[in-house]
């Protein structure tokens, strides 16, 4: 029997089938067994490939970290530090909010994978560029990464249900709008998001202005 032109696994495939099964059912949902049924091969066939299932959720993890923008930290961007952080949040954030499952996994740092290894790069280089001292540069890039995950493991707003009688006066005297949360959690959250950021960047700009003098702009 002649083989196949192409190779019934790759990494790539694979990774796309995890990540699917992540986005879908969560992590626990990544077996051997169910990522080679989706695949249509054996289960040893994916030890060609990835050792582990905690490897291929490393690879799952990094094709999300790929998709962050990082354009406004090279040096031709004439961005300044704090614009630069503005945008590389939210981009950042923007992918997390396709696959918030992943979410768990990249919190444990970046590790061994390439593209988490270079968001981390990138962000430590443009502020030291900036003229952070390296141990406050490494802070700044752990402040903005718990921030910005914790923002994407879940909806605030989304938290509250959208039944008034949920929210009786007499035991929660302040929730009493609380039922129009549900509703408006695009709304609520993504104000919430810029909100924490604007505060975040205007707190790391008086900083940055006692430490060097220059005041950043807005």
Known sequence: MARPRKPLLSRDRIVEAAGALVDAEG???????????????????????????????????????ARVDLSMFEPGAGRDWRGA?????????????????IVPVLARGPGRRPAGLRVADAVFGAMTEAGWPPAQATRIGALMRYFILGSAVGSFAGGFVDDEAAYDPSDYPHLGQAHLLAERRHEVDEGAFETGLAALLDGLALQHEALTGRVTGG
């Open 27 to 65: 992590l626990g949902a990544v077996s051997t067994r169910r990522l080679a049924a989706a695949l249509g091969v054996s289960g040893p066939s994916l030890y060609n490939h990835f050792r582990t299932k905690d490897e291929i959720l490393d690879a799952v993890a990094d094709a999300v970290s």
């Open 85 to 101: 952080l503005h945008d590389w949040a939210h981009s950042y954030r923007d992918a997390l909010s396709d696959h918030p499952n």
